[in-house]
């Protein structure tokens, strides 16, 4: 308790309201009909009567074709714009013209998922294939790729992301003038324009070589490029534009209680490789708010109580409730329980951006946390002596109307909203996927607003994986196709909607220095010397030589060139050992372990013989074995850490 005290202790009142919320900027796209109508009169067999024979009237070559089509993609002429499939449309109809009920034959080899959904904003589709039926693959191993097209009359505008990779494709050039390879967020895409429309194709990869169910992205590129080469007109009809409705609703009357953080203030120096978060005050969509009850409490999983501190170091691994620790990043103390009252208290902070390993378009360094964390209300424990938080305590629901986009077995739920003039998907984790999947929670499921999916849990990967919370993130459709975005505000107007009282936004106050908590050691030859006057340490044992007692001491301060010279040495250090680790056995080892080394190298010659690491897309190919570079990787990770911590008290100084 007393730790939640002195946190709201630390916080100053700003101005009530705060900064203003902010409508998405969005760009809405007419498509060109005309062209569509053109290219399907030249489609032969649209104008027979078996492929009318369900509309019942003939009404046009859209008609005609939606009808046809929307035995195998329901709903597809609600699309606002022409839906690409990889679909034979004209094998397929004239199949149907003969009375046989056509197969999946017709798909370039792709599956259907379940998913698809066409609305006043586009549409979306995913399409699976087996990549032992990809030929241009070799030696393909078992398993799937998963891709998914987006066509959308709605274009959010954002800033551009960081570390995006955007090539051409020559290839594809004269059948997709202008369309565009980008690698961006663990995604390969394929974005090009069509009638006016941007389309987007995408799916999960990466880089270097395939690894069991990961595909790689040189596999990705060959997967895509069959998915585009086969894309047809399917459906889709000219819709009356729509205005969205309003994003930003708040009641009039202030909330007593509810406090929360800016959006981008992440805890102190928490972030990637010392960046800080995503400041973004937009309320990308009036939604419900995830967990069905309050209070919530978005905050930090891995830099709070019980937390790990997302392997950036701990000053000690407790094991036992209520033992004390702290993350080496800043310092602040922590408890090893996950009840500890911080945990669950006003206010409420972003963790958009904070310390991840996830590529992130949108954070300052292009990695970080996908989303916000948020924690329920309850906590309950196991006994008085556990420090988890039980899970399944509390009811997750839908945000919005929207339709279910998941897979069987996995953790990842997905609900895709397609509304007029709005198009934008939240991703649900940490439930159970074995209750999802027995709730028929799965591709192609029509949810509604406040419907309950499930409950809250600590599952990731496996039961107890984490903490007990909900991860909630957003994404919309940008020119370089789905992006991540931050949820921070659109949570906080969601939960002042559900309280029904507006939140005050407030600032830390100034922060205490922090390296007096870290264990830094500081060379005696860099310390103070004593002057004249003399040091506060001679005058206070001055002092305790005529009996008074002597005043504890504070720790040496660091000067800026000793950090720089630290920096410098432990460069130099692994610089030095990164060269060691790239030379041959006979010249990085001593001679009594030169033995080993040569047996180890042996038994691995073929498979060390073509290890080497591929970064596709025309980047740069590095021939770089295995053995630099996970020596590499291990070095990078012990020595950029202590970056951090230098780089901090300079800037407190």
Known sequence: MRLAVGLALACTLSAAHGQELMAPRIARIEADWSAVKAQLARLEGLRSTAAAVDLGYDDGDLARLNAATARRFAGIGRSSVPVLLPFDVEAYLRERAKGIEPAEAYLAGFHTTGFFLAGPSGYDALFTIRLADVPEIRGARGGEADVLITGTSVLYDLDPPALASVTTVKDLEREFPGIRRILLENHLRYAFERFGVLYAVSTECYEGRARGRRLSCREA???????????????????????????????????????????????????????????????????????AQAPAYANSQLFMHWGNCDHTGRSSSPRTKGARYHCRVNGKPLLFDESAAENRSYPWRDNFCEHRSFLVGACP??????????????????????????????????????????????????????????????????????????????????????????????????????????????????????????????????????????????????????????????????????????????????TASAGEPALPQPRARIGSGTIDRIKDARAQQFDKRLRIAKLPCAESLSRRDKRDCDARLHRRSERAKHAHSVRPLARRVSRQGNRARGIGGNLRTRYEQPDARYDRLRAER
């Open 365 to 542: 360094g292009g990695r970080g946390h996908q989303g916000q964390d948020i924690r329920p209300a309850t906590c309950k424990m196991r006994n008085e002596g556990a420090d988890r938080c039980l899970p399944y305590q509390d009811d997750v629901v839908a945000v919005r109307d929207g339709t279910i986009m998941r897979n069987a077995r996995r953790e990842l739920l997905v609900l895709v909203v397609n509304a007029p003039g709005e198009h934008i998907r939240f991703r649900y984790l940490h439930m159970n996927p074995r209750l999802l999947d027995g709730d028929g929670l799965v591709s192609g499921r029509a949810v509604r607003e406040g419907e309950v999916l499930g409950k809250a849990s600590n599952y990731d990967r496996r039961e107890n994986g984490t903490t007990y919370h909900l991860h909630f993130d957003a994404q919309v459709p940008t020119r370089n196709g789905w992006v991540f975005v931050n949820p921070y505000m659109t949570l906080v107007s969601a939960y002042e909607r559900l309280i029904g009282g507006r939140g005050t936004e407030i600032e830390d106050a100034p922060v205490a220095e922090l390296h007096s908590r870290l264990d830094v050691e500081v060379p005696r030859s860099e310390q103070s010397e004593p002057t004249t006057p003399p040091s506060p340490a001679l005058a206070s044992r001055a």
């Open 221 to 291: 590129d060959k997967v895509l490029y069959r998915f585009v080469k086969a894309l047809r007109v399917a459906g889709g009809s000219p819709q009356p534009g729509a205005q969205a409705n309003t994003t930003i609703e708040r009641p009039a009357k202030v909330s007593p209680t509810f406090t929360y953080m800016p959006p981008g203030r992440l805890l102190p120096n928490t972030g990637f490789h010392g960046n800080g978060g995503r400041q973004d005050y937009t309320v990308y969509a009036r939604i419900h708010f995830p967990l």
